[in-house]
């Protein structure tokens, strides 16, 4: 009995855990232009990014074009098409674009803020230990990351990672149902694993008497 009840508890903290990282994840790709694009329900919008990113990569890695000059070339490219957009204007009945519109929107540096902020408190909580399986199964994740960032360059490691976001997404809503059960098996025998080895090594370690110091 005291397995099943042990079983039960096991599947309980999981599918709250799961519950909760399903939640926090429909909340972040809530409804809106970059969850279509993540979603992939813009398809045509979703493959121009990749394709994108893609051709980016790809003059740097397989023509090895210096970054410099490509943002160099972007620029002049930029400032050619304004001075030729601007100079037609004055000849036409063109209506010269107003310089006080093309200003970056206030909410996104809002937006960025709340999301840092909320990394930074995610952050201090793994670090602090309170959950002992998150906080060992963040260590392993980023030990896994280093040591795949050390067969890679900065630049295959950063197209690899977008590739994950913009593909994984969206494969994990099509098949929501199937992750979800393999990631709670997972995390259920991750955690016997790790109580296991708590009692048959962790709790068999001898520790010394804590003496204490006399007050002078």
């Not at 005291?2 to 909340?27: C, E, G, L, P, V």
């Not at 310089?99 to 970056?104: A, P, V």
């Not at 002992?132 to 197209?159: D, K, P, Q």
């Not at 149902?177 to 709670?184: G, M, T, W």
Request: hydrophobic letters at 45%.
């Amino acid at each position: 009995m005291a397995i099943s009840s042990t079983d039960s508890d096991h599947d309980n903290k999981s599918y709250q855990n799961m519950a909760n990282i399903k939640r926090y994840f429909h909340s972040f790709i809530r409804k809106g232009q970059v969850s279509d694009v993540l979603l992939w329900r813009n398809t045509r919008l979703s493959a121009s990014i990749l394709l994108g990113v893609t051709a980016v990569w790809s003059l740097f890695e397989l023509y090895e074009y210096n970054f410099v000059s490509l943002i160099c070339h972007i620029t002049m490219a930029a400032m050619l098409i304004i001075y030729v957009t601007y100079t037609m204007a004055k000849y036409t009945q063109w209506d010269l674009p107003d310089f006080e519109e093309i200003t970056i929107p206030e909410s996104i540096f809002k937006w960025l803020y709340r999301k840092t902020n909320m990394l930074l408190l995610k952050f201090y909580y793994t670090a602090s230990g309170e959950d002992l399986v998150r906080f060992l199964s963040t260590m392993a994740i980023l030990w896994m990351i280093s040591v795949i960032g050390g067969h890679f360059s900065s630049l295959n490691l950063i197209y690899l990672c977008f590739l994950c976001v913009g593909t994984l997404p969206a494969l994990y809503v099509r098949h929501e149902s199937e992750v979800d059960y393999l990631v709670r098996r997972a995390t259920i025998d991750a955690k016997r694993l790790l109580e296991q080895f708590n009692s048959n090594i962790l709790s068999k370690i001898p520790r010394g008497q804590v003496k204490e110091h006399k007050r002078t």
